[in-house]
């Protein structure tokens, strides 16, 4: 089965899925958008993960492959395949699905607590979760619940962390692929952002803790298990 990709920047890849996906013996394939690469047929893969990135998706003026996401992300949506967005891929995805997407009022970046809802208590998305998380966060967008959508997790800073349509489709405002090189790269990106405040930690606060990461990582392999089109 073959999984596909859309990255917005070089840093911002798949993180700790990729070693779940090449174990479980799907086939990778990406669409480096900043890179100018063609999307593929979206007819033609059985899974599709968007990830993140420093753009906001009304800044389809500033870059044009945007739209042409944007038009790729509703034929998939389309098809009875799971999609997976991250950070600005949950806002092309609520954006995508009717909802609106804008600046929030302040920044979240570090590791700020994440609490289900009832309804991502009873997920079969996000159940597998304890009641409160520790994610990295790394948005100043935030975006409104798609008509349809069932909101499964918020922040204090922010109060539409994740949601899910259909048990298939699900959108995380926050990082749960995040690796220690990712975070560093994160960190090195936008180092103009960590200014520290009530909801921006500095780099140091940021990478104090490697043992984050391997919480990280078993939540998130719970999620694309959920997710895994082999369990329908």
């Known amino acids: 089965m073959r999984v596909h990709y859309l990255m917005h920047v070089p840093h911002e890849a798949l993180g700790n899925m990729e070693p779940w996906f090449v174990q479980q ?3 990778l394939t990406r669409t480096r958008l900043y890179a100018g690469d063609p999307l593929p047929d979206p007819g033609a893969i059985d899974w599709l993960i968007i990830m993140g990135g420093p753009m906001a998706v009304y800044e389809e003026a500033r870059y044009d492959w945007l739209a042409p996401e944007k038009r790729f992300i509703e034929q998939v949506l389309g098809r009875d395949i799971p999609v997976l967005g991250v950070c600005l891929g949950s806002q092309l995805l609520a954006e995508v699905l009717g909802g609106r997407v804008y ?16 309804a991502g208590g009873r997920s ?3 159940g597998h979760l304890p009641e409160t998380v520790l994610p990295l966060h790394w948005h100043g967008d935030t975006f409104t619940l798609p008509e349809g959508a069932r909101h499964l997790a918020s922040s204090q800073a922010c109060p539409h962390q ?13 990082h749960l692929e995040a690796l220690p090189s990712v975070a560093q790269a994160f960190c090195d990106a936008d180092a103009e952002l960590l200014v520290p405040d009530t909801w921006v930690q ?4 940021i990478m104090a803790d490697p043992q984050r990461f391997a919480a990280l990582t078993g939540w998130m392999e719970g999620i694309l298990e959920a997710l895994d089109p082999r369990r329908c």
């Not at 500095?202 to 606060?205: G, I, K, V």
């Open 202 to 205: 500095t780099p140091d606060q």
């Open 103 to 118: 600046r929030h009022e302040r920044q979240e970046i570090g590791w700020f607590p994440v609490e289900l809802t009832q």
């Open 25 to 27: 013996g799907f086939r």
């Open 124 to 126: 079969p998305l996000l």
């Open 162 to 174: 994740a949601f899910s349509v259909a048990d298939r489709i699900l959108g995380l405002q926050f």
